[in-house]
């Protein structure tokens, strides 16, 4: 079994910053592709930030130069560092992550959701 736990949702003014983190635990051998999502009321999941073992990152085209997403692998945990937010930016975020497991083999985790509110 493994767990994915958000932490760090919450209020922000527009222009302000919040970092998420998410950590992974549980029977893990190896962790892939770490990264976060968004989904806000009425709108369907979309991928806000990626990035793979080694380091190489991804960004929706909304949040490119305002967020950006770092890992630490010794810790098994991913953050988003999320700079002059906008209200559109307000939504639930989903931490993600691809894990290899002892015991499953490979299997895709998703967290619980953070709400984040942007407020202008």
């Known amino acids: 079994q493994v767990q994915l736990v958000e932490s760090g949702g919450g209020l922000v003014q527009a222009g302000g910053s919040l970092r998420l983190s998410c950590k992974a635990s549980g029977s893990i051998s190896s962790i892939n592709n770490m990264g976060w999502y968004r989904q806000a009321p009425g709108n369907q999941r979309e991928l806000v930030a990626q990035?793979?073992?080694?380091?190489?990152?991804n960004y929706a085209d909304s949040v490119k130069g305002r967020f950006t997403i770092s890992r630490d692998n010794a810790k098994n945990t991913v953050y988003l560092h999320m700079n002059s937010p906008k209200p559109e930016d307000t939504a639930v975020y989903y931490c993600?992550?691809?894990?290899?497991?002892?015991?499953?083999?490979?299997?895709?985790?998703w967290g619980q959701g953070t709400l984040v509110t942007v407020s202008s």
């Open positions: 993600n992550a691809l894990v290899l497991t002892f015991i499953s083999g490979r299997v895709e985790v």
């Open positions: 990035i793979t073992s080694g380091g190489s990152t």
